[in-house]
């Protein structure tokens, strides 16, 4: 427990932490590691849990539960989708827990009835609101799962389960939802030969943006390959060294001498290149593809000299030619963003009668938190130059910024709430998937850093208006203990 904590800050760190849940979150905000927040959080619960045993017996009934055939297919249901239950997990489930037996069969059709009308509520959705889309390609049994997602409301548009990923199957896919009005501004994807092309011929007014994130997955994996390497190459030189020391004790140091010199070189060598490749590419992730950055002419000017000092190792490495590769293939689609900012930051620039640079000026400001030092030392110099005008301007800055997505995260957030019901061992059919995604997109968010999400589901957002719970739109009538007291 840090001692610099006060009582006073301690309960605001657990009642946040309980209320919230966002431990990085608190953590920044605080400065204290997650272990600490974990900490204090724990025992603001437990000293609830001490105070509800004490005043509330074990034994006393809180409320009587109506068990009737709805309810049970309700709660079928319910296991199905909030715990990512099996037909046979529901079976045992309610034959333990409610001595009640329900036959696989008749689980399989709860299931069926389940996913129809979920299908046809998934069609009564328009997607005209729609202006930034993010479409990814999931595999399931080596069978692609095609998902288009709203970037602001996190809402799943359509996920189809086909056979090929091809052009024709990706033109199809996108040809429904333009029916349902589906035109946005601008849609990122990873380098998908079929998605990419038919988003060109399908949607030729929408802006095609390609991720970063999976560039910089590739070039995190080349980092770490050469970091192996080098520490390979260094384990492989002190044994030798060790067995230098033993054979020159026996008068046979030459043996080793020439495998010796030639570890070093490789050392060395090893040591260059790892170096060489993990600042140039901590400057393509932190420098360059960052949106908080400079403007395009200058990115442009960085990008280049990065794959010319690749370059320069590239005849000592395979991987580095083939990343040197991709990053001269997809230049112009990873700076895309900045030149959307520099549309935007012109207008700005217009409006308060500034310089273009003045405003990115701004925009590399805001890469500092506001309780670091370097921010506060290049703010208070532009707020000089500016005057009033800088934080209006600051405010246009970061909402520009935060409508500029650059990474298709929103995709693989979906994809990582979506993996849990892809059993590997199990096919899935189209029909589950209308449920599965009728489920995500009308849960409530628990927790979420945006203001507009909290409280809220998908389809909220999305269409602008309150839902009713998903299990109520299913038909099912939901337990109230309300009910009950009338």
Wanted: proline fraction near 3%.
């Amino acid at each position: 427990m840090p001692k610099h904590l006060s009582p006073e800050q301690q309960q605001s760190i657990a009642k946040q932490a309980i209320s919230t849940g966002n431990i990085s979150h608190i953590a920044q905000q605080h400065q204290v590691s997650r272990n600490t927040v974990y900490a204090q959080r724990q025992r603001a619960l437990s000293a609830l849990g001490d105070e509800f045993l004490s005043s509330a017996p074990d034994e006393k009934i809180l409320f009587y539960l109506p068990v009737t055939k709805e309810f049970l297919y309700q709660m079928v249901v319910g296991l199905l989708m909030i715990c990512k239950a099996s037909y046979r997990d529901c079976l045992l489930f309610l034959r333990d827990v409610f001595d009640t037996e329900l036959g696989l069969g008749t689980i399989y059709n709860i299931h069926e009835a389940a996913c129809q009308k979920a299908a046809s509520l998934n069609t009564s959705y328009r997607l005209e609101s729609i202006k930034q889309s993010a479409s990814d390609e999931i595999f399931h049994r080596n069978k692609p799962l095609l998902a288009v997602i709203d970037i602001r409301s996190r809402y799943c548009a359509s996920l189809t389960r086909e056979e090929q990923r091809d052009y024709d199957t990706w033109a199809i896919h996108l040809l429904d939802l333009t029916e349902k009005g589906f035109q946005p501004d601008v849609n990122i994807s990873d380098h998908g030969a079929g998605m990419t092309a038919a988003f060109k011929d399908i949607l030729e007014n929408t802006e095609h943006r390609f991720d970063h994130f999976h560039l910089l997955k590739a070039g995190k994996d080349l980092v770490r390959y050469h970091r192996n390497r080098k520490e390979s190459a260094i384990t492989h030189l002190i044994h030798l060294m060790e067995r230098m020391e033993k054979a020159k004790l026996k008068g046979k140091g030459h043996l080793l001498s020439t495998k010796l010199t030639r570890a070093r070189k490789v050392a060395v060598q090893e040591d260059e290149v790892y170096q060489h490749v993990s600042t140039l590419f901590s400057w393509l992730q932190h420098d360059i593809l960052q949106l908080t950055e400079h403007p395009p002419a200058d990115r442009e000017r960085l990008f280049d000299f990065v794959l010319d000092e690749l370059s320069v190792v590239a005849k000592h490495s395979d991987r580095v030619q083939s990343f040197i590769t991709s990053l001269s293939h997809q230049k112009e689609s990873l700076l895309a963003a900045s030149h959307v900012l520099n549309r935007e930051f012109q207008s700005l620039a217009n409006h308060f009668d500034i310089s273009v640079q003045e405003v990115w000026d701004v925009c590399y400001v805001t890469r500092y938190g506001i309780d670091m030092l370097s921010y506060h030392n290049r703010a208070d110099a532009l707020a000089l130059r500016l005057g009033p005008r800088f934080e209006e301007l600051e405010d246009e800055v970061l909402r520009v910024m935060a409508a500029t997505p650059r990474c298709s995260s929103m995709a693989e957030n979906f994809n990582s709430r979506l993996r849990p019901y892809l059993d590997p061992r199990k096919s899935i059919t189209q029909k589950s998937l209308e449920l599965i995604r009728f489920y995500l997109n009308h849960q409530i968010f628990l927790r979420s850093q945006h203001d507009y999400l909290q409280g809220k589901s998908p389809a909220d957002v999305l269409t602008g208006q309150p839902h009713p719970n998903w299990l109520e739109m299913l038909g099912f009538k939901r337990f109230n203990r309300l009910d009950l007291a009338a």
